[in-house]
């Protein structure tokens, strides 16, 4: 079996946030037309507009920021770089799994990354009592740990973490002083908001954690890469946002005019903006939950997702079907479901989870349809599963799945 993936570099390239499968806002194209004849950049971190914007978007969730305390990138990953860069050495500590673009990040700097597993319950966070071991070995092998990285809406398990283990992770890190990014990418992206409960890092402790948000998430798509982050309102996040300003700047990483005019709008959480986003969160969220149903009836696992466009799912129940198609890991996995499929299943080995596991994120997005008018057409009808488009390709999802516990049940011992 492999130990690693196979040509590939130091530095690991896993696949990007899943997509929403959709027409843009024809609003938002029409922000972007008006924004074309700019040919400008935002300066270093954002200008006023986007940033009072973010500040805004974060006041409405209960979390106070004054735009002096935003910065905005050109997408996430050059902003996490930057954050980390700016923290200085040390090393980093991640949930197993995390999303695949955070460990690349602090790979690129030469920082350690340490991967902590995550409470039975929920992906996202680490568990409070590995998270304490992690950093107790480190320090005795003479490291110095520095920035925690977690998340409340997950990828990618989809899951939300419940407030009481949010908390004591929380608690964990900074009683050791480390500094935490809280991602929050997928945190308008609950499938059922009125019966989640999100608590965001920042609102336990304000002083000790800088609030992420990739807008391509919920708002924006992948062709307007953007991101926003909130710093403590302390003098000392005051200088970690100076010194991520600086590495932003020699990175040139600014914000084109029309991704920026494009961000502040949907910021603005405007009411078309607000209703295409439930719109499609209850789109995702019913598709999510007849592709969980498919995967489950065949005996493979995954937690029930309660956040994004993805679902995490375990098919160690069924290696034994999956050895005789020649599946030994999760790099197998990924290249034989996403044949059999016809879309992407990237192996939890891209996320950070062990290469042996037979782990895979699969996405709803490529279910909505394979043109703009059957992807409008399941954004718009009172029940998506009811389209013949949609319907077609859940029924070949589920038959690579049926056929996997077809063999399964072969090769079981009789009782």
């Known amino acids: 079996m492999r130990t690693e993936a196979e040509g590939r570099g130091p530095v690991r390239y896993g696949p990007p946030l899943p997509e929403a499968g959709l027409p843009v806002l024809p609003e938002l194209t029409a922000v972007l037309t008006a924004a074309a004849d700019d040919a400008h950049a935002e300066p270093p971190g954002g200008g006023p507009a986007l940033r009072e914007a973010a500040s805004g978007y974060w006041a409405r ?4 920021a004054e735009r002096g305390h935003v910065v905005a990138a050109p997408g996430a990953p050059p902003l996490l770089l930057a954050l980390t860069a700016a923290l200085g050495p040390g090393e980093v500590l991640l949930p197993r799994p995390c999303s695949a673009w955070w460990a690349p990040q602090a790979r690129l700097l030469g920082r350690a990354v340490y991967h902590v597993p995550t409470p039975a319950e929920c992906g996202g966070v680490p568990d409070p009592y590995a998270l304490l071991e992690t950093v107790r070995r480190i320090r005795d ?12 809406a997950d990828d990618p398990t989809a899951t939300v973490p419940p407030p009481e283990v949010l908390h004591e992770a929380v608690e964990a890190a900074v009683d050791e002083g480390l500094h935490i990014v809280s991602d929050e990418t997928w945190r308008d992206t609950l499938h059922r908001p009125h019966e989640t409960v999100l608590i965001g890092p920042a609102e336990m402790a304000p002083d000790r954690v800088t609030v992420l948000t ?7 798509p992948p062709a307007l890469p953007a991101a926003v982050a ?4 302390t003098a000392r996040g005051a200088a970690l946002r100076a010194r991520t300003l600086d590495v932003l700047t020699a990175l040139g990483a600014f914000l084109a005019a ?5 961000a502040t709008y949907a910021m603005g959480e405007p009411d078309e903006v607000s209703e295409r986003l439930a719109r499609a969160n209850r789109l995702h969220a019913r598709v999510a939950g007849a592709v969980l149903h498919r995967v489950v009836v065949t005996g493979a696992l995954a937690r029930p997702p309660r956040a994004g466009r993805h679902l ?24 034989f479901l996403g044949e059999r499929l016809g879309m992407p299943a990237p192996g939890g080995h891209r996320f950070g989870d062990d290469l042996g596991a037979l782990r895979v ?9 394979s043109t703009r008018q059957e992807r409008m057409a399941s954004l718009t009808t009172p029940d998506a599963l009811e389209l013949p488009h949609v ?5 070949m999802f589920g038959s690579a799945f049926d056929d996997l516990r077809a063999a399964t049940r072969r090769m079981e011992p009789p009782r």
Do not use: K
Not at 61 to 64: D, E, N
Not at 214 to 220: E, Y
Not at 391 to 395: G, I, T, Y
């Open 312 to 335: 995490y799912v375990d098919l160690g129940p069924l290696r034994s079907a999956l050895t005789a198609r020649g599946v030994g890991d999760s790099q197998d996995l990924e290249d």
């Open 214 to 220: 990739d807008l391509s998430g919920a708002f924006l």
């Open 258 to 262: 029309p991704a920026a005019a494009a």
């Open 230 to 233: 909130r710093f403590p309102a």
């Open 61 to 64: 969730r209960g979390l106070a």
């Open 361 to 369: 994120r699969l996405s709803t997005g490529p279910l909505l349809g």
């Open 141 to 152: 092998e003479g490291g110095t740990p520095r920035l925690l990285v977690l998340s409340v």
């Open 391 to 395: 319907e077609r390709a859940l029924s």
